[in-house]
């Protein structure tokens, strides 16, 4: 059955690194991949869908990029900041059809100053 | 352009006592949908609406778990009656599509405690 893996410890980096978070995902082949963040006490909140044609993807400070050979999506983070600590979580279509997502357990991620 | 609202934020009840969420989308978004996460989890679909009509109530423990979203707008989803292991965050998203590539936009959720 479908599966998604992300690191479930957490990343502590350091302010102005580049945080990187990964998604492996097994027994399927998405068309594409969502990342969301998601702050304590709140609702997840939409970053980045990045299709199986892209391989990258750039908004502002962050990048995705998608390995289908792989069956990985990373997520980058460049001159991280305190205030980009939050828990990622990635998502898939899943693979049984009905337009749905499957959501990854997350990666918290902590940047200190 | 106000967010998807939730209420309440928090509740807490003993064991076999009913609880009920409401849920008010994006104003225009058809497609809604209820999320159970649990501590250290991703969400989990229980259900999803387009318009008034439930087209993927699968993961829905039908026996406790009800919803209804009669006009295609606010949605309700109740428990009744509660248990221990239904304690987590209720979430409430809505987007403006049908396909699972469109942007979701959740609520906080409420948290629920099961005593």
């Known amino acids: 059955s479908q599966k998604i893996e992300q690191n479930s410890e957490a990343l502590n980096i350091q302010e102005g690194k580049t945080a990187t978070l990964t998604c492996n995902y097994t027994?399927?082949?998405?068309?594409?991949l969502q990342w969301y963040r998601q702050d304590p006490g709140r609702g997840p909140v939409f970053l980045l869908l990045i299709r199986e044609n892209e391989k990258e993807k750039r908004k502002e400070r962050l990048k995705v990029t998608f390995d289908t050979t792989l069956k990985q999506s990373l997520f980058h983070i460049t001159a991280s900041q305190p205030a980009d600590s939050a828990t990622y979580l990635c998502a898939l279509p899943f693979s049984g059809g009905y337009n749905k997502l499957i959501f990854g357990a997350g990666t918290r991620l902590a940047v200190h100053p | 352009e106000a967010g998807v609202v939730q209420s309440p934020r928090y509740k807490i009840i003993e064991k076999k006592q009913p609880v009920a969420f409401w849920c008010n989308p994006i104003?225009?978004?058809?497609?809604l949908y209820w999320y159970l996460q649990n501590l250290g989890q991703g969400p989990e679909l229980l259900i999803r609406?387009?318009?008034?009509?439930?087209?993927?109530d699968s993961q829905l423990p039908k026996d406790r778990f009800s919803a209804e979203r009669l006009k295609g707008v606010d949605s309700t989803l109740k428990i009744q009656p509660a248990e221990l292991g239904d304690s987590a965050v209720y979430l409430c998203?809505?987007?403006?599509?049908?396909?699972?590539?469109?942007?979701?936009?959740f609520g906080p959720g409420t948290r629920l405690t099961v005593l």
């Open positions: 027994n399927y082949s998405p068309a594409y």
């Open positions: 609406y387009e318009n008034e009509e439930a087209v993927d």
């Open positions: 998203a809505s987007s403006v599509g049908q396909g699972s590539y469109n942007e979701q936009f």
């Open positions: 104003s225009g978004h058809n497609t």
